[in-house]
């Protein structure tokens, strides 16, 4: 078998399996089975590929329709120019969340920022990638779900050459001090659609998805306990549902943060809620 007839062939199936990107998921799972770069497999054509490699792909290509996702199988997923190691004790960085970055530099760029914080912080995607772009920051993670620190100190490891902080931590509970910038992807889907998520076999972890009824549980707790742990002056960003962002915005307001917006994500949507807290 060649690897075009491979790749037909698995994307094929993925199309019976209904799989949103039937085509893009055989392309990576084939480059991975094989260790190319999805460009080279291109040029790999024309080439035979060995029965102990269709067997791997195939395997991959079950899971896959079993609803694994394609960066669980891969143990990775990019983002931010960066490639983050993956598995099923965090969530899976999304491109939405890379709009949390823009902002968070935007402010980190004209603003005289020392301490920054990532809270539900998993992966590390976000404290990692603002480190990169700011090496002089003092920039730390925490999150309270088992294992993440072990995925957050590998990742900074990995791409930063040395550890960042890191707290195993509810929120705030157990980080000292304050800070000049706190954001943060908290769990933000309500709890029945996460209860259905599970039933249908979805693996991420229930505890970096379930923000309650609503999904707002989690914010609203950030958004309260912040206005005492930021620095003067200091801002709070939070990504959050689109249809969650008015009433969020309105406890902010309420509990006395000053130039409440958003900013819009790449599908044009509102994704992050930005506050400040007053200098006095």
Known sequence: M?????????????????ADTPYLDACLLLAET?????EALI????EEIDSGAVDRFEGLLRRRADGIPVSYLRRRKEFYGLEFYVDERVLVPRPDTETLVEEARALMESRRFRRVLDLCAGSGCLAIALKRLFPEMEIAGADVSPGAGDVFRFNAVTLLGAPLDFFESDLFADVPGTFDLVLSNPPYVGSAEVEAMKRSGW??????LDGGPDGTDFHFRIIENAVERLAPG???LLEADPGQIDKLSLEMERLGYINVH?????????????GRKPES
């Open 234 to 236: 200091g801002s709070l």
């Open 2 to 18: 060649t690897v075009r007839e491979a790749l037909n062939r698995g994307m094929a199936f993925l199309t019976r399996a209904e």
């Open 34 to 38: 094989l260790k190319l770069s999805k």
């Open 262 to 274: 958003t900013r819009r994500d790449l599908g044009g949507r509102e994704r992050v809620l930005c």
């Open 43 to 46: 040029g790999a054509y024309p």
């Open 203 to 208: 693996p991420e972890p229930a505890l970096a």
